[in-house]
Protein backbone atom coordinates (compact mmCIF):
# COMPACT_ATOMS: atom_id res chain seq x y z
CA UNK A 1 0.00 0.00 0.00
CA UNK A 2 1.67 3.48 -1.48
CA UNK A 3 -0.76 5.25 -2.13
CA UNK A 4 0.11 8.01 0.22
CA UNK A 5 3.73 9.13 -0.12
CA UNK A 6 5.61 11.68 2.07
CA UNK A 7 9.02 12.33 2.89
CA UNK A 8 10.30 11.10 6.14
CA UNK A 9 12.89 13.55 6.77
CA UNK A 10 14.15 14.73 8.94
CA UNK A 11 13.62 18.09 8.70
CA UNK A 12 15.38 20.81 10.90
CA UNK A 13 14.51 24.69 10.99
CA UNK A 14 15.36 27.05 13.20
CA UNK A 15 12.85 29.43 15.69
CA UNK A 16 10.70 31.33 13.55
CA UNK A 17 11.11 29.67 10.05
CA UNK A 18 8.00 28.64 7.84
CA UNK A 19 8.05 25.47 7.28
CA UNK A 20 6.35 23.07 4.85
CA UNK A 21 5.32 19.59 4.61
CA UNK A 22 4.04 17.81 1.75
CA UNK A 23 2.40 14.96 0.65
CA UNK A 24 1.43 13.33 -2.87
CA UNK A 25 -1.68 10.41 -3.19
CA UNK A 26 -2.39 8.58 -6.05
CA UNK A 27 -6.19 7.56 -5.35
CA UNK A 28 -7.77 10.39 -7.42
CA UNK A 29 -10.88 9.22 -5.00
CA UNK A 30 -9.20 10.67 -1.53
CA UNK A 31 -11.91 13.46 -0.62
CA UNK A 32 -11.27 14.12 2.86
CA UNK A 33 -7.37 15.44 3.80
CA UNK A 34 -6.11 15.63 7.37
CA UNK A 35 -2.84 16.34 9.05
CA UNK A 36 -2.03 14.67 12.43
CA UNK A 37 0.90 15.70 14.83
CA UNK A 38 2.57 12.87 16.89
CA UNK A 39 5.08 13.37 19.56
CA UNK A 40 7.42 10.96 20.51
CA UNK A 41 5.96 7.95 22.78
CA UNK A 42 2.47 9.36 22.26
CA UNK A 43 -0.67 8.90 19.98
CA UNK A 44 -1.80 10.99 16.34
CA UNK A 45 -3.24 13.79 17.42
CA UNK A 46 -5.53 16.07 14.65
CA UNK A 47 -4.23 19.44 13.37
CA UNK A 48 -6.30 20.01 10.51
CA UNK A 49 -9.10 18.80 8.35
CA UNK A 50 -10.00 19.62 4.64
CA UNK A 51 -12.86 18.70 2.75
CA UNK A 52 -11.55 18.54 -1.13
CA UNK A 53 -9.76 21.17 -2.58
CA UNK A 54 -8.48 24.70 -0.98
CA UNK A 55 -6.86 25.88 2.09
CA UNK A 56 -7.69 26.11 5.53
CA UNK A 57 -6.65 28.01 7.97
CA UNK A 58 -5.96 27.38 11.69
CA UNK A 59 -3.48 29.73 13.82
CA UNK A 60 0.08 29.13 12.69
CA UNK A 61 -0.89 26.66 10.67
CA UNK A 62 -2.48 26.42 7.16
CA UNK A 63 -3.69 23.04 4.93
CA UNK A 64 -3.56 23.20 1.33
CA UNK A 65 -5.12 20.48 -1.01
CA UNK A 66 -4.63 20.68 -4.95
CA UNK A 67 -6.86 17.99 -6.00
CA UNK A 68 -5.77 18.05 -9.82
CA UNK A 69 -2.01 17.54 -8.73
CA UNK A 70 -2.89 15.03 -6.21
CA UNK A 71 -1.08 16.90 -3.98
CA UNK A 72 -0.97 18.70 -0.20
CA UNK A 73 0.34 20.71 2.25
CA UNK A 74 0.80 21.83 5.36
CA UNK A 75 2.43 25.26 5.80
CA UNK A 76 3.36 26.00 10.06
CA UNK A 77 4.34 29.99 10.52
CA UNK A 78 6.46 30.99 13.50
CA UNK A 79 7.90 27.85 14.13
CA UNK A 80 8.33 27.13 17.74
CA UNK A 81 10.40 24.27 19.53
CA UNK A 82 7.17 22.82 20.69
CA UNK A 83 6.40 22.32 16.96
CA UNK A 84 8.94 19.43 16.78
CA UNK A 85 7.07 16.56 16.31
CA UNK A 86 5.95 14.08 13.42
CA UNK A 87 3.54 14.90 11.25
CA UNK A 88 1.42 12.57 9.49
CA UNK A 89 -1.02 13.19 6.42
CA UNK A 90 -3.92 10.73 6.07
CA UNK A 91 -6.46 10.66 3.64
CA UNK A 92 -9.69 8.88 3.27
CA UNK A 93 -12.68 8.48 0.28
CA UNK A 94 -16.16 7.29 0.53
CA UNK A 95 -15.88 4.38 -0.47
CA UNK A 96 -13.02 3.27 1.72
CA UNK A 97 -14.27 6.05 4.48
CA UNK A 98 -14.05 4.36 7.09
CA UNK A 99 -10.02 4.13 7.48
CA UNK A 100 -7.62 6.40 6.99
CA UNK A 101 -4.47 5.90 4.38
CA UNK A 102 -1.41 7.59 6.20
CA UNK A 103 1.40 8.82 5.09
CA UNK A 104 5.02 7.97 6.63
CA UNK A 105 4.97 10.95 8.98
CA UNK A 106 7.66 13.92 8.06
CA UNK A 107 9.96 14.54 11.40
CA UNK A 108 10.53 18.21 12.32
CA UNK A 109 12.35 19.67 14.86
CA UNK A 110 12.57 23.13 15.25
CA UNK A 111 15.78 24.38 16.81
CA UNK A 112 16.02 27.13 19.49
CA UNK B 1 -10.03 12.84 31.23
CA UNK B 2 -8.45 10.37 29.11
CA UNK B 3 -10.80 10.00 25.71
CA UNK B 4 -9.29 7.07 24.33
CA UNK B 5 -6.97 4.73 26.82
CA UNK B 6 -5.53 1.75 26.50
CA UNK B 7 -3.72 -0.64 28.58
CA UNK B 8 -1.16 -1.76 28.87
CA UNK B 9 1.46 1.28 27.62
CA UNK B 10 4.70 -1.21 27.39
CA UNK B 11 4.11 -5.03 27.01
CA UNK B 12 7.02 -7.65 26.43
CA UNK B 13 6.53 -10.93 26.45
CA UNK B 14 7.94 -13.78 24.75
CA UNK B 15 7.10 -15.41 21.45
CA UNK B 16 4.42 -18.11 21.16
CA UNK B 17 2.70 -16.23 24.43
CA UNK B 18 -1.25 -14.98 24.23
CA UNK B 19 -1.69 -11.21 25.24
CA UNK B 20 -4.35 -8.55 24.97
CA UNK B 21 -4.73 -4.66 24.88
CA UNK B 22 -7.38 -3.18 25.89
CA UNK B 23 -8.94 -0.07 24.80
CA UNK B 24 -11.95 2.07 26.39
CA UNK B 25 -13.45 5.29 25.10
CA UNK B 26 -15.25 8.30 26.92
CA UNK B 27 -16.41 9.95 24.11
CA UNK B 28 -19.74 8.59 23.41
CA UNK B 29 -18.41 7.24 20.15
CA UNK B 30 -19.88 4.23 17.80
CA UNK B 31 -16.82 3.54 16.04
CA UNK B 32 -13.76 2.25 17.31
CA UNK B 33 -10.36 0.49 15.48
CA UNK B 34 -7.04 -0.83 15.69
CA UNK B 35 -4.33 0.64 13.41
CA UNK B 36 -0.40 -0.62 13.82
CA UNK B 37 2.64 1.40 13.85
CA UNK B 38 5.14 -0.43 12.21
CA UNK B 39 9.07 -0.01 13.40
CA UNK B 40 9.31 2.40 9.89
CA UNK B 41 6.53 4.58 11.90
CA UNK B 42 4.03 2.87 8.69
CA UNK B 43 0.12 3.65 10.61
CA UNK B 44 -2.16 1.58 8.99
CA UNK B 45 -5.85 0.38 10.19
CA UNK B 46 -6.02 -3.53 11.38
CA UNK B 47 -9.97 -3.38 12.31
CA UNK B 48 -13.03 -1.02 12.61
CA UNK B 49 -16.38 -1.79 14.45
CA UNK B 50 -19.34 0.15 14.54
CA UNK B 51 -21.77 -0.27 17.07
CA UNK B 52 -20.07 -3.73 18.46
CA UNK B 53 -20.24 -4.99 15.05
CA UNK B 54 -16.69 -5.37 12.65
CA UNK B 55 -16.62 -3.23 9.60
CA UNK B 56 -13.19 -3.10 8.83
CA UNK B 57 -10.60 -6.43 8.83
CA UNK B 58 -7.59 -6.02 6.84
CA UNK B 59 -5.46 -8.73 5.67
CA UNK B 60 -4.42 -9.40 9.52
CA UNK B 61 -3.44 -12.67 10.72
CA UNK B 62 -6.17 -15.18 12.28
CA UNK B 63 -4.53 -14.85 15.41
CA UNK B 64 -5.40 -11.07 15.98
CA UNK B 65 -9.21 -11.15 17.43
CA UNK B 66 -10.83 -7.90 18.29
CA UNK B 67 -13.60 -8.36 20.46
CA UNK B 68 -15.98 -5.36 21.13
CA UNK B 69 -18.13 -6.15 24.87
CA UNK B 70 -20.17 -3.03 24.33
CA UNK B 71 -19.45 0.73 22.06
CA UNK B 72 -17.27 2.07 24.52
CA UNK B 73 -14.20 -0.55 24.44
CA UNK B 74 -12.70 -2.27 21.66
CA UNK B 75 -9.75 -5.18 23.04
CA UNK B 76 -7.42 -6.58 21.22
CA UNK B 77 -6.22 -10.54 21.68
CA UNK B 78 -3.17 -11.88 19.97
CA UNK B 79 -2.87 -15.46 20.17
CA UNK B 80 1.32 -17.47 19.33
CA UNK B 81 2.61 -13.70 19.28
CA UNK B 82 5.62 -13.95 16.73
CA UNK B 83 8.36 -11.62 16.59
CA UNK B 84 6.94 -9.57 13.93
CA UNK B 85 3.99 -8.77 15.98
CA UNK B 86 6.22 -6.23 17.96
CA UNK B 87 5.18 -2.66 16.82
CA UNK B 88 2.76 0.05 18.49
CA UNK B 89 -0.71 -0.55 18.29
CA UNK B 90 -2.99 2.40 18.78
CA UNK B 91 -6.54 2.13 18.88
CA UNK B 92 -8.95 4.79 18.02
CA UNK B 93 -12.45 6.06 18.27
CA UNK B 94 -14.90 8.27 15.62
CA UNK B 95 -18.35 9.55 16.18
CA UNK B 96 -19.69 7.24 13.31
CA UNK B 97 -18.27 5.50 10.01
CA UNK B 98 -17.44 7.73 6.87
CA UNK B 99 -14.85 9.74 5.52
CA UNK B 100 -15.62 12.79 7.07
CA UNK B 101 -15.49 11.56 10.47
CA UNK B 102 -12.77 13.04 13.01
CA UNK B 103 -10.79 10.08 14.30
CA UNK B 104 -9.26 10.19 17.59
CA UNK B 105 -6.50 8.06 19.02
CA UNK B 106 -5.08 6.82 22.20
CA UNK B 107 -1.42 7.07 23.41
CA UNK B 108 -0.39 3.38 22.24
CA UNK B 109 0.53 0.33 23.12
CA UNK B 110 4.14 -0.96 22.58
CA UNK B 111 4.70 -4.67 21.99
CA UNK B 112 7.72 -6.04 22.14
CA UNK B 113 8.08 -9.89 21.50
CA UNK B 114 11.69 -11.43 22.12
Known amino acids: QKEVEQDPGPLSVPEGAIVSLNCTYSNSAFQYFMWYRQYSRKGPELLMYTYSSGNKEDGRFTAQVDKSSKYISLFIRDSQPSDSATYLCAMSDVDSGYALNFGKGTSLLVTP | DTAVSQTPKYLVTQMGNDKSIKCEQNLGHDTMYWYKQDSKKFLKIMFS???????INETVPNRFSPKSPDKAHLNLHINSLELGDSAVYFC?????????????FGEGSWLTVV
Open chain 2, 49 to 55: YNNKELI
Open chain 2, 92 to 104: ASSQDVGAGNTIY
